[in-house]
């Protein structure tokens, strides 16, 4: 498979009633529909003067709507940028600056940025969007080259601002069509969708893998457990975030009867603790399967479908992609089993960071190397074990922060003199933000007041510190594993 519009194309065609989606509240979409809102999708933003490679972003609710926005893109050639619905007005600014959309789609109820031609779509699938569309569609699928960036992503780093990772049309079709493969999905399987379709896991990973198989998706607006628990008899696959684990595993009666007929269970986006992958195991019989992947990348290994899913590890590289463990700053490889960079290149990878050239040669080599900014090592088993990450990123929840961006919002507070973010571990989110500050009259409280409409509500600090000073080493660089290694424990039990 070299392209999801041709996917979509060829479904809709053979088999219109082949269900796709279907919505708790008993809203079905079958593939012959998805096909002809793809067009419907594709030849109203046609209309709306959008072509192909220019932006279209969407800080939307999850609906079918948002889906069809979103393989519309696709099949006409526009790049589809998916924002946070937890942006805050301050932080959209600086995407719409930078990404220039042609067109910026929001929610009703959302202020939009300025600066950009917007509409409007909702959650109940209404709004100025759905106005411009036209009744039925034969636009036919754009010719596109496998290179052709047809999706951006935001990353941040440590350091600056955050980048736009540009997504080609090989990578999503090729890493789709692997795990597809991989994970065993055929037309017989109903993934049970509860993650959120602007993030990588949501719309690449758990969407396009459906589409690949011509699978069909029990489609959840949000994670809800005692919903998710009701559903799960419905279900074969469900993919989510190490907190979905957490919290279904708080209901252990009902957990064991709810998976009497699922296939697979896999978890992603942030570790997954030993402890939890072992309770789920004992309580249901089925070992969580776990992946790595990132923006910029997608999936780069996967636990193997029949064999040991060993806790702590996240597998061996997947078909045509390629895993290697360098000495840091280097590209010098180090002896299995010795902890180093991880570095991958495969057709997953993205072609680089929008307008962002420095960035990018810093991070993609000559041939073809990304350096993930992950610490890890292979075992003796050939398993991919990841052990810390260079850049400080903490994943709360599923969801990637940057402690940069939270200390420069810190650090504007009056009465702020400096401050460190880290991520502790978290018995529900598997991270949480801690914010640790050095100040003068200034207050737990009045740090968080100052964040509400600064930072969306996932990036803002769970606890707060008041210290009279930060641990540094010689060269005075602040020693964050220290700081870490201090509030470990601080929401055990």
């Known amino acids: 498979m070299t392209d999801l519009a041709a996917r979509i194309d060829a479904l809709g065609a ?27 999708f594709a030849e109203g933003l046609t209309s709306l003067g959008v072509a192909p490679g220019d932006r279209v972003t969407a800080q ?15 099949w006409l050639g526009a790049v589809y940028m998916p924002l946070n619905t937890g942006y805050t007005p301050a932080e959209l600014d600086y995407f719409v600056s930078d990404a220039e959309p042609a067109l910026y789609i929001h929610d009703p109820a959302a202020t939009p940025p300025k600066g950009v031609r917007t509409l409007t779509l909702s959650a109940e699938g209404t709004g100025t969007l759905m106005d411009a569309l036209p009744t039925i569609s034969q636009l036919p699928r754009a010719d596109l080259p496998e290179s052709a960036q047809v999706a951006m992503l935001y990353t941040s780093g440590t350091t600056g601002r955050p980048k736009g990772a540009m997504i080609p049309r090989r990578a999503l079709a090729t890493n789709a069509a692997s795990l597809a493969a991989l994970w065993r999905f055929t037309a017989e399987d109903v993934l049970l969708h509860a993650l959120p379709v602007f993030h990588v896991h949501g719309l690449f990973v758990s969407t396009n893998t459906v589409v690949a198989a011509g699978a069909s998706m029990r489609f959840h607006a949000k994670f809800d457990a005692a919903a998710v628990l009701a559903d799960l008899p419905n279900a074969s696959v469900l993919m989510g975030v190490p907190t979905f684990y957490t919290r279904l595993l708080q209901a252990p009666d009902r957990l064991r009867d709810a998976t ?15 402890e939890t992958h072992d309770a789920f195991a004992a309580m249901t019989g089925h070992s969580i399967l776990e992946r790595y992947g990132m923006t910029e990348t997608q999936i780069n290994t996967s636990h193997p479908y029949e064999g040991p899913r060993s806790p702590g590890t996240v597998g061996v590289p997947l078909p045509g992609v390629e895993v290697r463990i360098t000495l840091p700053e280097t590209d010098q490889p180090v002896p299995h089993g010795e902890t180093g960079m991880i570095e991958v290149r ?15 040669a810093a991070d993609l080599r000559a041939d073809g190397w990304f350096i993930t900014g992950d610490l890890g090592h292979f075992n003796a088993d050939g398993q991919l074990v990841i052990v810390g990450r260079g850049k400080d990123l903490i994943i709360s929840g599923g969801l990637n922060i940057y402690p940069k961006e939270i200390e420069s919002e810190i650090n504007a507070i009056p009465g702020v003199i400096e401050s460190a973010v880290i991520g502790v571990p978290h018995p529900d989110f598997g991270e949480a933000v801690v914010a640790v500050v050095v100040g003068t009259d200034v207050t737990e409280a009045e740090i968080k007041a100052g964040l509400t409409d600064r930072l969306a509500r996932f990036k803002q600090p769970k606890a707060v510190f008041i210290a009279d000073d930060l641990p540094r080493n010689t060269m005075g660089k602040v020693q964050k594993a220290l700081l870490r290694d201090s509030y470990a424990q601080l929401f055990a039990g």
């Open 14 to 40: 053979s088999d219109p009633g082949r269900p796709f989606l279907i919505t708790p509240a008993g809203r079905a979409v079958s593939y012959g529909d998805l096909l002809a809102e793809t067009r419907r």
């Open 60 to 74: 939307i609710e999850k609906s079918p709507e948002a889906l069809f926005l979103y393989f519309g893109c696709l």
């Open 260 to 274: 009497r007929t699922m296939r697979l269970f896999i978890s992603g986006s942030a570790p997954l603790l030993p």
């Open 346 to 360: 495969g057709q997953n990878l993205f072609t680089g960071y929008w307008r962002n050239a420095e960035k990018t």
